[in-house]
């Protein structure tokens, strides 16, 4: 969450030349509501379901060579998500660490439904939960893990080019 998946996602394709997908845009757009609004009208649980269905979607009925997946912050609490990328997909972790991704979110929590309206204070302490559940989720499902702190765009595409 708030570590800039999705611009390093869509960036990539384009290093790639192929088709960047985000899970949460693709379940906004299967539902016809925003994330806020399927978290704020379904709830959680509903958004998981809906997010874990169109996953398994996406990779068993790709037939692409290369597709780039941006998945959101909480894709990978789900232990069929995590099996499902690690036997069918590369899966890189951007991991950055809480402090830049407090300050990242500070600016950005009204889009986020899992924060929008906490306080500085409340929205430290949300984020620092949801880091600890969510870490072990995406260490065990990474194939790479890049350190994002310090680094431009330019620096950490031409890692996962240098990788991939």
């Given amino acids: 969450m708030g570590v800039g998946k999705s611009t390093i996602a869509e960036q990539l394709s384009k290093h790639l030349f192929c088709r960047h997908i985000d899970l949460d845009k693709a379940v906004e757009a299967s539902e016809g509501l925003s994330v806020e609004q399927i978290f704020a009208l379904r709830g959680e649980p509903f958004f998981r379901e809906a997010e ?3 996953l398994n979607d996406i990779v068993t009925k790709n037939s692409e060579k290369v597709l780039v997946l941006s998945l959101g912050g909480g894709a990978l609490i789900s232990g069929k998500n995590r099996r499902l990328l690690e036997e069918n997909a590369y899966c890189i972790y951007l991991k950055a660490s809480v402090e830049n991704i407090i300050s990242r979110l500070t600016h950005a929590k009204k889009t986020r439904p899992l924060i929008k309206d906490k306080s500085e204070e409340e929205l430290i302490v949300e984020i620092r939960r949801l880091f600890s559940v969510r870490e072990s989720g995406y260490e065990s499902s990474a194939d790479y893990v890049l350190e994002m702190d310090k680094k431009t765009v ?6 996962i080019l240098g990788i991939i």
């Fill in 154 to 159: 330019h620096d950490i595409l031409s890692e």
């Fill in 52 to 54: 874990e269905k169109i």
